[in-house]
């Protein structure tokens, strides 16, 4: 039950995407993948989605699942680009639709935006499971950087989504509408309760002071002994002050307006306007 897994990085948003595959029936899975995005032109590429679909057809592999971790607010995904081009499922966690909502008013999103997922093909609830060819796989709710944030587990790797980093970098942020430090908390320990050989590959990583490469995996052992923010016995106490404090410090991510609303709609676009063109909204004073 150990997948192949190969990493796409994408440095201009810090995201890595994987294509894990089972090398028996050579099925595979794409995860987190990212749709290139000019905030200056509004316009789109698919350089970085394409390198995927080069790594597929050059592996001979066969695509059943696109998953998202969760709606992305520093990418656009690139699953609509990939299904029509590779084929899959596209599938996310079942609380989607609180991010709908919730961002669904924000943006003020058009009557016809449906907030109940069905934009996906599959929604997975907290310990459903699937299969990638003979590699059994299950999903957990990891919520606390948003509401219905998942984990993949796949064999013997387990994609985290934004939970927890590379250990020398910490934890992600819990401060979008819907998140919550104490319940990220919560969700690492069950990220931590599997084996601790249990490989473990983060959506993200900013390069921790010190290090000059960047880095995507680790194991849950090096996670739960060493992880600057969650390691080590870290209570749920020092964990929340911790969080939240460094929370108020931090930015808006670059692309949290453009992405959250395409990501939403599972990586389509709001419906064009008289004269054919998309618009993508910029709320004001409203996030």
Not at 12 to 18: G, V
Not at 224 to 232: D, E, F, L, P, R
Request: aromatic share 10%.
């Amino acid at each position: 039950m150990k997948p192949v897994v190969k990493a796409f990085f994408d440095e201009a948003t810090f995201t890595f995407s994987y294509v894990v595959h089972d090398p028996a029936t050579k099925k595979a899975a794409i995860i987190d993948p990212v749709l290139d995005y000019d905030c200056a032109s509004g316009r789109t590429n698919t350089h970085s989605a394409d390198v995927i679909a080069e790594h597929v057809a050059g592996s001979g592999l066969t695509v059943d699942w696109i998953l998202e971790t969760h709606v992305h607010a520093d990418h656009l995904t690139a699953a609509p680009y990939l299904k029509d081009k590779l084929g899959g499922a596209t599938a996310i966690g079942d609380r989607v639709p609180v991010i709908q909502k919730t961002f669904g008013e924000i943006f003020n999103a058009e009557p016809a935006f449906h907030r109940d997922g069905r934009q996906f093909d599959k929604r997975f609830a907290d310990g459903d499971t699937f299969s990638i060819g003979e590699i059994n796989a299950r999903v957990i709710h990891t919520p606390g950087h948003t509401p219905a944030c998942v984990t993949y587990v796949i064999g013997d790797a387990a994609f985290v989504g934004d939970t927890i980093f590379m250990p020398d970098y910490g934890t992600a942020r819990c401060d979008f509408p819907g998140g919550d430090a104490r319940t990220l908390y919560n969700s690492i320990q069950k990220i931590f309760a599997l084996p601790d050989d249990t490989r473990v590959f983060t959506c993200h990583d900013y390069k921790a002071p010190g290090r000059d490469v960047f880095a995507w995996e680790s194991t849950v052992a090096e996670q739960k002994a060493k992880n600057i923010h969650v390691g080590g016995g870290v209570s749920e106490e020092d964990f929340v002050k911790m969080r939240e404090t460094r929370d108020a410090t931090l930015s808006m991510p670059r692309l949290l307006l453009p992405s959250v609303q395409v990501n939403m709609r599972a990586g389509a676009f709001p419906p064009p306007e008289e004269n054919g063109v998309s618009y993508l909204k910029i709320p004001v004073n409203a996030v």
